[in-house]
């Protein structure tokens, strides 16, 4: 299972004809948010693979599509935002947003409202570990983790929730984005108890193994 995970910044290699040669043997498409709708419909267009996503902080509630129509999100594709779905033979769950840094904004949540999320979602992890045997296969969010891949600053500070959710449930990823990385050695991938977890931006190919 050959995945392309993007986030936070549009990569002339994928906006372009280009895409097809270079990615056209992936699987499936992973966007951890904070990407204009137009750049995953032209992604998931392209490919004709699965799309799933989650809205980051930034996402607008409604983009204008070029004839004027209102979106909500990027057509043809799947937000997974507080469920659980399988996809080609992988699970894949979903939390979106990130740390409420000022008082409006759809795409933000307090540490409170995260857990409630966090909390929300777990009756379906459990029902997956009961059914499958198997542990969740991918947490798709927009935020890191709390401590891991964290900015200085309050807006990239990370949830506490995912590091519980990554104790209980031991997914076998965690992939994000929000945190733009510039510095070559920067960490992006880090190791938490069973989950790697995987800084996207501006993009990722993941090979992973599916049963
Ligand atoms: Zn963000």
Redesign the pocket.
């Known amino acids: 299972m050959k995945l392309l995970a993007v ?2 910044k549009v990569v002339d290699l994928i906006y372009s004809p280009s895409l097809v040669e270079k990615f056209g043997d992936v699987d499936m498409v992973l966007s951890c ?2 990407l204009p709708y137009y750049y995953l419909e032209y992604i998931v267009t392209m490919l004709c693979v699965p799309l799933l996503y989650v809205h ?3 996402d607008p509630p409604i983009e204008y599509s070029a004839s004027g129509a209102q979106l909500t999100g990027p057509g043809g594709c799947t937000n997974v935002h507080g469920r659980l779905v399988r996809e080609r033979g992988i699970s894949i769950a979903g939390l979106e ?2 740390i409420r840094y000022k008082p409006q904004g759809r ?1 933000q949540y307090t540490e409170t409202q995260m857990w409630t999320q966090t909390f929300k979602l777990s009756p379906a992890l459990l029902h997956h570990r009961l059914v499958t045997g198997r542990p969740l296969d991918i947490l798709l969010a ?2 890191p983790p709390f401590g891991i891949h964290n900015g200085r600053d309050r ?2 500070v990370g949830f506490r929730s995912f590091l519980w959710l990554m104790e209980r449930f031991k997914p076998r990823y965690l992939l994000h ?3 733009h990385v510039y510095n070559p050695l920067e960490v992006t991938e880090t190791q938490y108890e069973d989950t790697t977890v995987v800084n996207v931006y501006p993009y990722k190919v993941l090979e992973i193994a599916d049963e």
Do not use: F, Q, V
Request: hydrophobic share 0%; glycine share 24%.
């Open positions: 986030t936070d948010g904070d980051g902080n930034h947003g990130s795409y927009h935020s807006t990239h984005g929000h945190r």
